[in-house]
């Protein structure tokens, strides 16, 4: 997504940040998909990836796995846009530490509880130092995300929030009428 800017000196190239969720680009992103079940019991929990500066996502799928442009759990349903100039060599920093994640996660064994999708978005941001910050791990980027994240669509929020509605709606009424 760099593309020529006619108005400055032809040889400048600048980056488009524009977020298009009709063609899956999110560049300098953060993305989040809900996990079919766990997501239904606990909304803040599900799938994380982060894109480069093209908008392409890369997302630790598995165990050895990390899928390019093709989320494990479908397409996201949340996006946290970072600043990337606050990345050690700007864009080109932000790719390079993208891929050299991937290129780590590519060789690990996925673990739901320690070494998941979200350790390699904070992997990723460790090694460009964004913010300055070498501590980002899996339960900020949660909490963050949960905070900051906007929603792709409204279909995105029900995707995210209305199987979680049924179950709580289902656990009251069990609860309401074996009383």
Not at 56 to 81: C, L, N
């Amino acid at each position: 997504m760099i593309s020529e800017d006619t108005h400055n000196m032809p040889s400048s190239p600048i980056l488009d940040l524009r977020v298009d969720s009709q063609k899956q680009r999110y560049p300098f992103c953060i993305v989040w998909t809900p996990i079919p079940v766990i997501t239904y019991l606990f909304p803040f929990i599900g799938h994380m990836g982060i894109a480069t500066s093209t908008g392409i996502i890369r997302d630790f799928a598995g165990p050895y796995v990390v899928s390019e442009d093709r989320m494990a759990f479908g397409w996201p349903t949340k996006y946290w846009q970072l600043n990337y100039t606050k990345a050690k060599g700007k864009a080109q920093g932000w790719d390079s530490a993208v891929h050299e994640a991937s290129e780590i996660y590519k060789e690990r064994m996925h673990n739901l509880f320690c070494d998941n999708c979200h350790s390699h978005v904070a992997r990723a941001l460790n090694i460009m130092s964004y913010d300055n910050s070498n501590s980002w791990n899996m339960v900020k980027l949660a909490l963050y995300m949960f905070i900051y994240g906007k929603y792709v669509s409204v279909a995105g929020f029900f995707k995210t929030w209305i199987p979680f509605s049924i179950v709580i709606t289902i656990a009251f009424l069990i609860y309401s009428f074996s009383s």
